[in-house]
């Protein structure tokens, strides 16, 4: 593996936009380095930004990312990034549950809805489709 990246290479075998890429550069998340006009990407960086996008896909927000990277660099140790990062998984977890929790509900009602309907058009002797 190289040791240094372009925007393109690491927008490719992410499947992001550059764009995304420089977007988290904005928002502080990434620091790559540079040659002339060009941006040019460490391991490290690589390693962040597969970060960024695994805690975005498990629901956490760019500024939650942010505190766990930033624990990391302060705290090599990774001790307290460890308990910061349990408390957040615990949290995420609750709310997941409660919506999955609500969506049961949501789905009941609507399989419910359904029923009524699909007896209302047979009393009606007409079928539910067209």
């Keep these: 593996m190289p040791e240094t990246f372009t925007i393109t290479q690491l927008s490719e075998e992410f499947s992001i936009t550059p764009r995304a890429i420089r977007f988290y550069e904005d928002q502080h998340l990434l620091t790559p380095a540079r040659e002339g006009m060009n941006r040019v990407y460490s391991y490290r960086d690589r390693g962040r930004l597969k970060l960024i996008l695994r805690g975005k896909r498990l629901g956490f927000s760019l500024a939650e990312i942010k505190e766990f990277l930033d624990l990391y660099d302060a705290d090599h140790t990774q001790v307290e990034q460890l308990r910061q990062l349990r ?26 809805i359904e029923a009524q ?3 209302a058009l047979a009393t009606k002797s007409v079928e539910a489709t067209g």
């Design 87 to 112: 408390l957040a998984v615990a949290s995420r977890v609750a709310q997941l549950e409660s919506q999955l929790s609500d969506l049961m509900v949501t789905l009941d009602e609507l399989r419910d």
């Design 117 to 119: 309907v699909l007896s």
